[in-house]
């Protein structure tokens, strides 16, 4: 049974999980006290394929350990979301990118948009969370509408959509909403319909096998169709060559994202080397 394999697991504790138990620790500790001074926010252009130019750009946040170099998102976020601290660091970067934002809209476009990623473990406190986020847009002269609020799409597997009936508080306050990592998350299309969704951002899965006559470019063909039919902006996600620019804005793609136009870099970075037309289409 499953009780007596708990058991044993624990009388023949393998040192190596062990260790791994003490590294995850290590970790923890070193991120309660790393929030303020060693997370920063790096950024990713989105290119509009039609207007042909950067007019937004995703907040992604790292971590710059001062013995272990630079951390991964996708190493610290889970952790963070295991141990709450999710919600300090959330805190954290939408408050960076209030920051960063004026910056942004000076050396690109007034409507220039911030994308940020939101773990549903923020939306436990839904109200609370928009109030001072609503305040902190206030303090730094900035809209609702500036924002754009990423959530992955297998939110979606809740069926009672709890996530993204909160969510559409923040919708309605003048935020945009994008469902991350689309058509990886089983998400059913009788939910989607019901909620009022801005963008799907086409997961890098698809992207990185496009080719001429595959299958993925077929899918990614019906994804953009079904977006656009229910009023669905879509961002191609991890966008590095070319070609897969070419297929994937043939096919009426809106926007591209990927080391293709950038990688995240700082925000000194965006604003000093402001790229012009970077793929044409
Ligand atoms: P995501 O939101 O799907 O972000 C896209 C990831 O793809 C980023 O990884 C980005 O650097 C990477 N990427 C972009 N273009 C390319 C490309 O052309 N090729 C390849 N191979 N990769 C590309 P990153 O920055 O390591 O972030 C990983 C994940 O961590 C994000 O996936 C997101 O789910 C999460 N994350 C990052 N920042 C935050 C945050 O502030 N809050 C929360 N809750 N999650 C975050
Ligand atoms: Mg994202
Ligand atoms: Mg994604
Ligand atoms: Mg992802």
Known sequence: TAKRDGRNRHRYFDPAMREAILHKRELIADLRDAIETELVVYYQPIFDCQLQRITKA?????????????????????????????????????????????????AYDDGFQVSINVSPIQFAHEETQLTQWVHLLNAHNLS????????TEGVMLDPN???????????????????????TGYSSLAYIYQYDIDYFKIDQCFISTLKVGSDTLALCEAMVL??????????????ETTEQAELISAIGCDFIQGYLISKPQPLSVLVSDRKGVVFSS
Do not use: Y
């Open 58 to 106: 995703e907040a992604l946040v790292r971590w710059l350990h001062p013995e272990k170099g630079l951390i991964s998102p996708a190493e610290f976020i889970p952790l963070a979301e295991e141990c709450g601290l999710i919600i300090a660091i959330g805190q954290r970067v939408f408050d960076q990118v209030c920051q960063d934002l004026p910056a942004l809209k000076s």
């Open 144 to 151: 609702c509408n500036d924002i754009i609020v990423e959530i």
């Open 161 to 183: 959509c709890e996530t993204i009936k909160k969510l559409m508080v923040f919708r309605d306050h003048g935020m945009h909403v994008a469902l991350d990592d689309f058509g």
């Open 226 to 239: 079904m977006a656009h039919k229910l009023g669905i902006q879509v961002v191609a996600e991890g966008v």
